[in-house]
């Protein structure tokens, strides 16, 4: 009689139920606890399976194709599947050099507003031009939050290209490698600091976009 073999759908809740403390669990149950052969013997079972599981042909290359390394197509990013995450692509705003006054007054100091150049959809305020105080830099947040993606097309189809802060990979010709830089998170970033359309060309024509 064949053994019945559990459908995937039960072993990935049996192993999402599973502590993500366990393997720091096994460690301090064999250093903190008075265990007997049988203890041991169950501790042992257990790391054989997994060491088996690790080793198979096919969970070997699950791995390899989570730790590969990928490009983001939206911040330029390298990361891994294995990394990836909600808030790991983090692009800052872009804000205009220039500040304009916006007839508000705090105190001593007149209120500045720089506008975003990426999104239009905020003003970064300062309390007086060129103070470095501003006052609205963490509610304003970022330009974009989210997973990082090799995906161009689905960046282009949410229409987050704008040439600004969110550009079109552009592949070196003899390397293949993507030349457009990531936009770090120092807050906040201004116009000056980001390399424009024209740093990227070059003479030939022929650019090659993702
Ligand atoms: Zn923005
Ligand atoms: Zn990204
Ligand atoms: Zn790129």
């Known amino acids: ?18 502590p993500r403390s366990f ?13 007997g052969n049988a203890d041991l013997l169950l501790v042992s079972n257990f790391l054989e399976a997994a060491k ?15 730790q590969a390394e990928l490009h983001c197509v939206r ?9 990836n995450g909600p808030t790991k692509c983090v692009i800052p705003h872009v804000f205009d050099t220039e500040p304009t006054f916006t007839g508000e007054v705090s105190g001593y ?39 990082h993606t090799t995906d161009a097309e689905e960046v282009e189809d949410e229409q987050e290209y704008n040439d600004v802060n969110i550009r079109r990979c552009k592949l070196d ?3 293949k490698e993507c030349m ?3 936009i770090d998170g120092e807050n906040p970033v201004f116009d000056w600091q980001v390399p ?5 060309d070059d003479d030939d024509d022929e650019s090659i976009y993702l």
């Open 180 to 182: 457009v830089l990531c």
């Open 196 to 200: 424009n359309t024209s740093d990227y």
């Open 52 to 66: 088996t599981l690790a080793a198979a042909p096919n969970f070997k290359a699950m791995k390899n194709k989570q």
């Open 1 to 18: 009689m064949p053994t019945s073999v559990p459908t995937a759908a039960s072993l990935t809740n049996a192993a999402k139920a599973l």
């Open 75 to 83: 911040c330029h990013d390298t990361f891994t599947a294995e990394t």
């Open 173 to 175: 010709k003899e390397t």
């Open 109 to 147: 100091e007149k209120v500045y507003g720089y506008k975003a150049i990426c999104c239009g959809s905020v003003e970064l305020e300062e309390e007086g031009a060129g103070n470095d105080e501003y006052r609205n830099l963490k509610r304003i947040g970022h330009c974009y939050k989210g997973y």
């Open 23 to 35: 393997p720091t669990d096994v460690v301090h149950f064999l250093e903190n606890v008075y265990f």
